[in-house]
């Protein structure tokens, strides 16, 4: 259960859901909406695993960079994610893999015209 | 009652916003007093230990005529430029498939020999990684003037001249190349001795059996831990020694840095080093000899270099823990009491030139604790191996 309360207070800046495993995250400044899912959901402990996600508002012009660190540990993955457009619009960060059980800090650094905005959310690994 | 309250209230106020955590299947209660709902979540995330993940870029990965083929040449003196040198030679069954040294008194190595129980779980070999399949390890011990020294040319030609090795590797890869190509037909060998290699499984122990106790709810079966084994148990888990050692096989497969001095050599880049290694590696999982390229690119791709890599080793498995001494990459702990013994207090331990784990802290264990995490360790040791896979084919 700790890990449990670990994310409940973890996640109380701002974020939410609709439908079921997908995650809602504001940036920073409140100027995007990142609403994310992973493949497979939940994230699998120190297996390979993809994330899926549209920012709102979009803009063909938008960078993004995806990431993860465990901030205990002060050391984050072994990998460094790729992120592409898809089809349909939305992002994908393929390369994904949280090694270690414990709390990780997910990042979506959103940069648009020379300025740069976080979505953060964490993720407690049992 | 309070905890569920607190949680309670926050779950409330927050709905929807606990989607990503990882929920599971409900707990089963343990139905032994001394372990709390969270620790049985942890203890059964340790067991069991399914089959070995499959290897995509070894197509003969679980064949038995390549198993064969592969005993065959782990044994083989033959396949060593003095002719004094097999696999088995530093992987001996008898030592846990180590050497039972430090490091080596016969070959002039820096590392400690690892183990290969289990070896076929593993994401990443050797210490540094730096080849990403079972097969490519294999191979570089053959063609190491320190070890075997000896030529992937003459290896071919051994097989060839051979009837017995000819007609193993004819059975399973087709006709033997007469030209001189040896870089496929050696690649192959690889891919046997890896396929022999993957039948070492550990999986099988009293903590397994104790496991299956807790899940099912059996004294019987929890009766297979000690006392003194589960209070080790208690102990492990209060300490954290999953966050490197999790999951089923007891380790996460990937690389920290805990700091401790060297034996021989210096630091060393290790991690830092082992992945571009794995890189070049042209009998790694993307390249030519790969039997499904795309996923060797998929694990290779994705690697990065980080600050922190520098110094790091893989962590080891902790099943079978007991035959597989001396401990760390170089040795440097005889014995598991003096693996306890660093955790607990970190007497030794040097500043890191890379990135030390930071979360590493003396355990001040009792030592009655101490003891007790010893015979933990010691009852994750599995006494079913086929006795035919540990000495040469008959």
């Known amino acids: 259960m700790r890990g449990a309360c670990a994310a409940v207070l973890a996640l109380a800046a701002g974020c939410g859901g609709s439908e079921a495993g997908e995650r809602r995250i504001a940036s920073n400044l409140g100027t995007y909406t990142v609403s994310l899912r992973s493949i497979p959901h939940p994230i699998p402990a120190n297996e390979p695993f993809e994330l899926v996600f549209r920012v709102a508002p979009d803009a063909p012009d938008l960078a993004v960079e995806v990431d993860a660190r465990m901030p205990q540990h002060f050391h984050g993955m072994n990998r460094v994610p790729r992120v592409s457009r898809r089809p349909d619009g939305s992002f994908r960060a393929e390369g994904m893999l949280l090694h ?27 | 009652m309070k905890r569920a309250l607190f949680v309670a209230l926050f779950a409330g106020a927050l709905a929807g916003a606990l989607l990503f955590m990882r929920t599971g299947p409900a707990r089963p209660a343990s139905g032994f007093e001394e372990f709390t709902a969270e620790e049985v979540e942890a203890i059964l995330s340790h ?20 198993a064969r083929l592969g005993q065959m040449v782990f044994f083989d003196k033959r396949f060593s430029r003095e002719g004094t040198v097999s696999c088995a030679t530093c992987h001996d069954p008898a030592k846990g498939f180590g050497d039972g040294e430090a490091l080596s008194t016969r070959f002039p190595l820096d590392r400690n020999v690892p183990t290969l129980w289990n070896t076929a779980y593993n994401r990443w070999w050797f210490w540094d990684g730096r080849a990403d399949s079972a097969w490519s390890q294999a191979l570089q011990p053959l063609e190491n003037p320190r070890e075997h020294g000896f030529r992937r040319e003459h290896a071919v ?8 090795l000819r007609g193993a590797y004819e059975a399973v890869f087709g006709p033997m190349p ?12 690889g891919k046997a001795v890896a396929a022999y290699e993957r039948k070492l499984l550990s999986r099988r122990s009293a903590f397994d059996v104790f496991a299956e106790g807790v899940r099912a709810r059996d004294p019987a079966k929890a009766g297979a831990l000690s006392a003194e084994a589960r209070q080790g148990l208690k102990v492990f888990l209060r300490a954290q020694c999953r966050s490197c050692h999790g999951g089923p096989n007891f380790t996460d497969g990937e690389f920290h840095d805990l700091g401790i001095a060297p034996l021989r050599g210096g630091p060393a880049p290790s991690r830092h080093a082992g992945i571009a290694l794995a890189k070049a590696d042209p009998f790694n999982g993307k390249g030519a000899f790969s039997d499904r390229p795309g996923a060797g690119a998929a694990k290779l791709d994705f690697l990065a270099v980080r600050p922190e890599s520098w110094g790091q080793v893989k962590t080891p498995t902790l099943r079978n823990v007991a035959k597989t001494g001396p401990y760390m990459h170089q040795g440097q702990f005889a014995t598991l009491r003096a693996v306890v013994r660093f955790y607990s207090t970190m007497d030794g331990r040097i500043a890191s030139a890379g990135h030390a784990e930071a979360i590493l802290a003396p355990l001040r264990l009792a030592p009655t604790e101490a003891a007790a995490l010893v015979a933990f360790l010691e009852s994750l040791t599995d006494e079913s191996a086929d006795a035919g896979l540990l000495k040469p084919v008959e």
């Open chain 1, 100 to 126: 270690m059980s414990g709390r990780w800090e997910l990042t979506i650094d959103i940069s648009q015209g020379g300025r740069t905005e976080r979505a953060q959310t964490d993720v407690e690994l049992p």
């Open chain 2, 157 to 164: 030609r051994l097989v060839r001249a051979d009837a017995r």
């Open chain 2, 178 to 189: 007469e030209g001189p190509e040896a870089d496929r037909p050696f690649a192959n060998l």
């Open chain 2, 47 to 66: 067991s069991p230990l399914g089959p070995p993940p499959p290897d995509p870029t070894n197509a003969v990965a679980d064949q038995p005529g390549a």
